[in-house]
């Protein structure tokens, strides 16, 4: 749980819009606690279908808003997946230039509000939508895109994921674990939602 002085509501906000969809003056009422949602859970590396002859692949990611890119997002959690990705075992190499034949890999990770029922009805169940008293949930939708050498068409893969943020309430939400802070939600619900979509990735034999 986080609670705020002035100084420190402040830098909380800061770093907030970096992932905007959560209710920012809702955090004047005191304390907040996150909570990661639980349907969406960590693939290891050792369960992905690896390929014959891995090759390597120019890689891209971008963290939207709304649809919207969001560099600052962008900047801090790219060397995250780029490791997450390298790690994957999926490819020879991993490199933020074009590679010899042609390859590409892009990952976009979408921040959306759960209020939209278009979206909302597009996830998996288990996830607590929309608003609920003093819970605010915000929907992950990750797009991993992969080009290969050739191909007219990528090889397109998706996974949903929600982070839920409890203003002073006592209850946690169901089906949610509890994280230390903002950043530490973030980080941890992009690791999962990333590793289910490369896990995905992974097991197209388009990709294989």
């Not at 790219?78 to 990705?85: A, H, L, S, T």
């Not at 029922?117 to 003093?134: C, E």
């Amino acid at each position: 749980m986080e609670c705020f002085s002035s100084a420190a509501l402040r830098g909380y906000c800061r770093r907030l819009a970096l992932f905007a969809g959560l209710l920012v003056a809702a955090l004047l009422t005191g304390c907040a606690s996150f909570y990661v949602d639980t349907a969406t859970k960590e693939v290891p590396a050792a369960d992905f279908t690896k390929p014959a002859n891995p090759r390597p692949v120019h890689f891209l990611f971008e963290f939207q808003t709304k649809g919207v890119a969001n560099s600052r997002a962008t900047d801090l959690l790219k060397g995250q997946i780029v490791d997450q990705v390298k790690g994957a075992g999926l490819f020879a190499a991993v490199e933020d230039k074009p590679v010899a034949d042609g390859a590409i890999l892009s990952i976009k990770l979408n921040n959306v509000p759960l209020t939209d029922n278009a979206f909302g009805k597009g996830f998996v169940t288990g996830l607590t939508f929309g608003l609920a008293g003093n819970q605010v949930t915000d929907g992950y939708v990750c797009t991993v895109e992969y080009l290969g050498a050739g191909a007219a068409e990528p090889v397109r893969k998706t996974a949903r994921h929600a982070i839920h943020t409890v203003i002073g309430a006592k209850e946690a939400p169901p089906n949610a674990t509890p994280v230390e802070g903002i950043e530490a939600a973030v980080r941890t619900m992009t690791r999962q939602i990333v590793s289910s979509a490369l896990k995905a990735l992974s097991d197209d034999p388009g990709f294989r």
